[in-house]
């Protein structure tokens, strides 16, 4: 037990959670307008406030329990330097693109743009790393299904809405869709995954 509880991977784990709740707090900031008179929310915001949190909420949770799963349980056996290196990459990355998809929950196009990567820059890790090792723990297979769903019905909306719909009309319909996709996606993915996110004793 004293093994898992310090194990260096959990530095990397706790990084995760601070750059999660930083996160949290900037996109409190763009839903609430002090200067109004009465309940001070920007409610057009709220749709992409709710989209940004239960995204946030599995990637955090995922990366959480893929650490552990791959490098303190070692469910894949040793791996390579290259696939820590990979995971390191994508682990910036992700931390990034939280950030600023925090700050973009006023920015509907923007906000879906970088939806996309972050979905994009999972899909990519999980398959390249599939290419190199012939290998997938069932925490990324649970990722990358739902996750693949969402990437392609967002980007499919966007590209409709982008042709057919004025700016003001494709904002209002984006809120929607990327609340719809995200919640079924971070749905699905919490019954695919429920036992490795909540193990029985």
């Known amino acids: 037990m004293a093994e898992r509880t310090h194990h260096p991977v959990r530095h990397l784990q706790e990084l995760f959670a601070v750059v999660a709740g930083v996160a949290f707090v900037l996109s409190v900031d763009r839903i609430l307008d002090t200067s109004r008179h009465g309940f001070p ?20 949770q995922d990366t959480a329990v ?28 992700y931390l990034f693109l939280l950030i600023v998809l925090s700050i973009e929950i006023d920015r509907p196009l923007y906000f879906t743009i970088t939806l996309l990567t972050l979905l994009g820059t999972g899909e990519l890790r999980i398959l390249l790393t599939w290419l190199a090792s012939r290998r997938m723990l ?4 649970a990722f990358l299904f739902p996750t693949a769903g969402a990437f392609i019905g967002i980007l499919a909306s966007l590209l409709i809405l982008e042709n057919l719909a ?3 009309a494709r904002n209002a319909v984006l809120r929607g869709v990327v609340l719809g996709f995200t919640v079924a996606r971070t749905s699905l993915q919490y019954v695919l995954s429920f036992e490795s996110y909540f193990p029985p004793d």
């Open 166 to 168: 004025g700016s003001s």
């Open 138 to 141: 069932d925490i990324e297979r």
């Open 41 to 60: 929310i920007r409610w057009s915001a709220v749709p992409l406030f709710v989209a940004f949190g239960v995204t946030a909420l599995t990637y955090f």
């Open 66 to 93: 893929y650490m552990d799963q791959m490098y303190v349980e070692k469910k894949l056996g040793s791996m390579r330097p290259a696939r820590a290196l990979a995971d390191l990459t994508t682990g910036s990355v």
